[in-house]
């Protein structure tokens, strides 16, 4: 992996011989990345208002398949479908998770709150309330995104809808999140401090928020945009992976950590990209990231329906049926966590003698 920008506290600053990254995470000055045996690297440093609050990294972490970084916090996805927490907790960020909080799929750190994402679809939130960012929207229940930004908060449904809460700062005052000419084609979604950015089913962005320019070399959005494949939101700035493995970068710039010319040279094939407050991190690979995900060892026994399939860390899946050729009516199952390696899926209530399978992943 590589990783610039900024590095007054060590958080570009990756720790030697790291190998066999399956994902990474960002935050305000702390990195973390993911292994394939299921072990969680820590760099940089934790920014605490109270340094009483701050916990560290368990020891002996293991068996987890996805990870993010808050402002000052890290949280961690088990493949039982746990969430373990450490860094600050000056909000209640790490201590006020649920009770009773399991088979979680998806996870996402804000500023200094927390989103989870259950397999039928639901909400969890926990963390500081100031600005209304842990106030999930009541009546949510078909989610299959989540994206935690400074103070906001976005949940992507399965029809290509968002969904916002929270607010953000537009350079003089905060100002209730929302979301302009809502489109109905999401793939992702992606939050930073005052800005968000959707990924469109046709491989464009749609970006709203404060993205400042002008200052220490920002830049916009640029125009003409296509073929993208993922996206991450830092600070102050924006990054979208291609879907040939290339970078492009944009936002502020004091760091040299986004505009497109700061990217360093021969940064190809990447997987994953995360941004920081200031920094950049970008995964390489021997080749260019999927687009379309093959499917192994497919097959009907008992009632039962199983196939498997080679799944990303961070992302989420979901087995969807319909009982007739004209793929109409699509009945999603629960969602299942990717894990960044084979994953199992089934479903238990093949009892029509035709059915139709899709998989679908965000």
């Not at 679809?121 to 960012?133: C, E, K, L, T």
Request: hydrophobic residues 45%.
């Amino acid at each position: 992996m590589v990783a610039w920008g900024d590095d007054s506290f060590g958080q570009t600053s990756t720790p030697a011989g790291l190998t066999n990254v399956l994902a990474i995470a960002a935050g305000e000055y702390h990195s973390l990345a993911l292994k394939a045996d299921g072990t969680v690297v820590e760099w940089g440093f934790v920014l605490s208002f109270y340094p009483d609050t701050v916990k560290e990294m368990p020891v002996g972490l293991s068996g987890v398949i996805a990870i993010s970084c808050g402002g000052g916090h890290s949280l961690a996805l088990k493949a039982d479908g746990s969430v373990v927490t450490w860094g600050d907790d000056s909000f209640g960020q790490l201590d006020g998770q649920p009770v009773g909080l399991s088979n979680v799929v998806a996870i996402s750190g804000g500023g200094t709150h927390n989103l989870a994402l259950l397999p039928d679809g639901a909400v969890a939130a926990w963390g500081d309330n100031s600005h209304g960012q842990t106030d999930v929207p009541a009546g949510l229940s078909s989610v299959v995104a989540v994206a935690a930004g400074g103070l906001q908060s976005l949940a992507l449904e399965a029809d290509g809808t968002i969904i916002a809460w929270g607010s953000y700062w537009d350079g003089q005052d905060w100002l209730p999140l929302t979301i302009p000419r809502p489109p109905t084609n999401v793939t992702a979604i992606a939050a930073g401090d005052n800005q968000g950015l959707a990924l469109l089913a046709d491989g464009t962005l749609m970006p709203w928020g404060a993205f400042p320019t002008g200052m220490e070399g920002g830049a916009s959005l640029p125009w003409g945009l296509t073929n993208v494949v993922a996206i991450s939101c830092g600070g102050s700035q924006a990054a979208a992976l291609l879907a040939d493995g290339t970078l492009v970068a944009w936002g502020i710039n004091a760091w040299s950590q986004s505009v497109q010319g700061s990217i360093p040279p021969g940064v190809t094939n990447v997987g994953a990209v995360a941004l920081g407050d200031s920094f950049m991190l970008a995964v390489e690979g021997d080749s260019p990231v999927q687009t379309r995900v093959p499917l192994f060892n497919s097959a009907w026994s008992g009632g039962v329906y199983r196939f498997t399939l080679p799944t990303q860390s961070g992302r989420v899946y979901q087995l969807q049926y319909c009982d007739s050729p004209d793929g109409a009516n699509w009945t999603p199952l629960p969602l299942v966590a990717g894990s960044g390696g084979l994953q199992s899926m089934a479903d238990r209530t093949a009892t029509a003698p035709q059915r139709f399978y899709r998989v679908r992943r965000w």
